[in-house]
């Protein structure tokens, strides 16, 4: 079978990396398409794999450029799907979507969000797509009838424990021998991540103040450009090392709902600062039946200082979290 993936984020392409080896095992033909987005194309080039990247330069923020970047991509897209002519196509994308209907490709939309959350896209996909593969928890709206869905998250699909195991060593090579707190940075750039607030300054400046105080050393990961005030807290590693770091370090602190669902699989206590708390499900779900992440929205920073210093007095934190 020949099998066309597109990926537009490094959370997409770990969900389905075990599941291309067992296809390409099994003797199917895989072509993978991606765009630029932070460290995707370093982790496929690690991994060896061929690609394609239909757009090699990373696309504005505003609504207008993503609107251009999604009839760039079907563009783009279009003849490779009429030369290859795949069997199955599977991505997060419309385009993909869109393209499968047009062209009567059997088509696979991924996705760990709720319809509310990614209403846009998923108005431009759910309506072209085959089938909707998604966690039991997400819903999907008015498409139920095309949701398979599964009991567990996307994440699982590479820090399960048959799968993903820590490498201490790893993280001690990057010197990170006392106990540290990882602060993560995102661009809040996506289609539905409009009028979402993250971190502000004056909030990483309190964060790093009351880490510091608490015995712990800070380690800052920003898919941005960093303020030249922050360079001596930069996290500087290799992209493919960072589950590892992550699995090591007692807190994550971030505006990335993705990294708070794989500090959950890694049993590393997470709180959330984002304009999405109390909307996604399955970050609902992590926090609310099993303890694991907390979501403050980022009106109240004053709440954020105060979760954290909770945390970190917490004796015994990392082992009870690994527990839950």
């Not at 993909?96 to 062209?103: D, E, H, S, V, Y």
Request: charged share 25%; proline share 3%.
């Amino acid at each position: 079978m020949k099998i066309l993936i597109y990926f537009g984020h490094p959370a997409q392409y770990l969900f389905l990396r075990e599941t291309i080896k067992t296809l390409i095992a099994n003797g199917n033909q895989i072509k993978i398409l991606i765009k630029t987005k932070d460290v995707l194309e370093n982790l496929i080039l690690n991994d060896g794999y061929e690609y394609i990247n239909i757009l090699a330069q990373e696309r504005g923020k505003t609504k207008l450029s993503i609107a251009l970047s999604l009839i760039k991509r079907s563009l783009k897209i279009l003849p490779v799907l009429i030369r290859i002519k795949p069997d199955l196509i599977i991505g997060t994308d419309a385009t993909i979507a869109q393209l499968g209907k047009l062209l009567n490709i059997n088509r696979i939309t991924i996705t760990e969000d709720d319809y509310e959350v990614i209403k846009t896209l998923a108005d431009l996909s759910y309506p072209f797509t085959q089938t909707i593969l998604c966690p039991n928890v997400c819903a999907v709206g008015k498409w139920t009838h095309k949701k398979i869905g599964y009991d567990g998250y996307m994440k699982l699909g590479y820090l399960h424990p048959n799968i993903f195991s820590a490498n201490k060593g790893l993280v001690l090579k990057y010197g990170l021998t006392k106990d540290y707190v990882l602060i993560r940075l995102a661009k809040l750039s996506a289609h539905h991540d409009f009028g979402i607030q993250g971190i502000t300054h004056s909030t990483l400046d309190k964060l790093i103040n009351l880490i510091e105080k608490k015995s712990y050393r800070v380690q800052i990961s920003s898919e941005g450009k960093l303020d030249k005030k922050y360079q001596e807290y930069l996290l500087k590693i290799n992209p493919s090392d960072m589950h590892h770091i992550l699995a090591g370090s007692s807190l994550l602190i971030c505006d990335s709902q993705s990294m708070s669902v794989e500090a959950a699989m890694l049993g590393i206590p997470s709180i959330r600062f984002s304009g999405f708390t109390g909307k996604i499900s399955v970050l609902e779900e992590l926090e609310h039946k099993y303890g694991l992440s907390f979501g403050i929205h980022p009106n109240d920073p004053d709440k954020l200082i105060s979760m954290t210093d909770k945390l970190l007095s917490e004796t015994n934190l990392k082992e009870n979290f690994q527990v839950r």
